[in-house]
């Protein structure tokens, strides 16, 4: 597509349930990654991922979050067992293999209530 | 390793002044360097980027950034502000792959 394409777009979970958060990227992008931005707070890198290499998945704050990438193109992450602070904006980029910057989507706003 | 400063969480300015936002960066490697901006409930948006050549770069919207490498420095500015220029800006830093790191963010305030 034309652009990095977020969905759900706003995501209100009761406490306990999971979650899962899609990304689709530019066609094309070998790179794609997660951020987590909280409210008030900058970019908190969530997990990365390069063609078929495996992720880099230093960023996620417990086993509670995990993501995956079908196919090279799609990701989803997954929050289990939410808590209220996994409430923020989730945002995806992605990137060619360049490394000239990224395109991030428009994110997801997740609330725990 | 590489990291970035943003000097001032929150920039005010008079709509028609100078708009200047401070970026210092460290990296052990020749730094890519970039300026995002986030709109109100919007994802982030390349505003400019310095990688090879020309160290004084022109972004959309009028905003510049000049990199000096002996002050190890990314400033952002605009000679006018503009009141829909008030977001939040991010600089970041790479080093030629894929990975950027982020500063915290300057919230930029236009005042009428």
């Known amino acids: 597509g034309a652009g990095v394409s977020q969905s759900p777009s706003n995501k209100v979970t009761e406490k306990g349930k999971d979650v899962e958060l899609r990304c689709d990227p530019i066609?094309?992008?070998?790179?794609l990654y997660w951020y987590r931005q909280s409210l008030g707070q900058g970019l908190e890198f969530l997990i990365y991922?390069?063609?078929?290499?495996?992720?880099?998945k230093s960023g996620l704050p417990s086993d509670r979050f995990s993501a995956e990438r079908t196919g090279g193109s799609v990701s989803t992450l997954t929050i289990q067992r939410t808590q209220q602070e996994d409430s923020a904006v989730y945002l995806c980029?992605?990137?060619?293999?360049?490394?000239?910057?990224?395109?991030f989507g428009s994110g997801t706003r997740l609330t725990v209530v | 390793a590489q990291s970035v400063t943003q000097l001032g969480s929150h920039v005010s300015v008079s709509e028609g002044a100078l708009v200047l936002l401070r970026c210092n960066y460290s990296?052990?490697?020749?730094?890519?360097l970039f300026w995002y901006v986030q709109y109100p409930n919007q994802g982030l948006q390349l505003l400019l980027k310095?990688?090879?050549?020309?160290?004084l770069v022109k972004g959309i919207n009028g905003f510049e950034a000049e990199f000096k490498k002996s002050e190890t420095s990314f400033h952002l500015t605009k000679p006018s502000a503009h009141m829909s220029d008030a977001a939040e800006y991010f600089c970041a830093v790479s080093n030629a792959g894929n990975m950027l790191t982020f500063g915290g963010g300057t919230r930029l305030m236009v005042k009428p």
């Open positions: 066609s094309g992008h070998t790179a």
């Open positions: 980029a992605s990137s060619s293999q360049d490394g000239y910057g990224y395109t």
């Open positions: 990296s052990s490697v020749p730094p890519y």
């Open positions: 991922f390069q063609g078929n290499s495996a992720p880099d």
């Open positions: 310095y990688t090879t050549g020309a160290t």
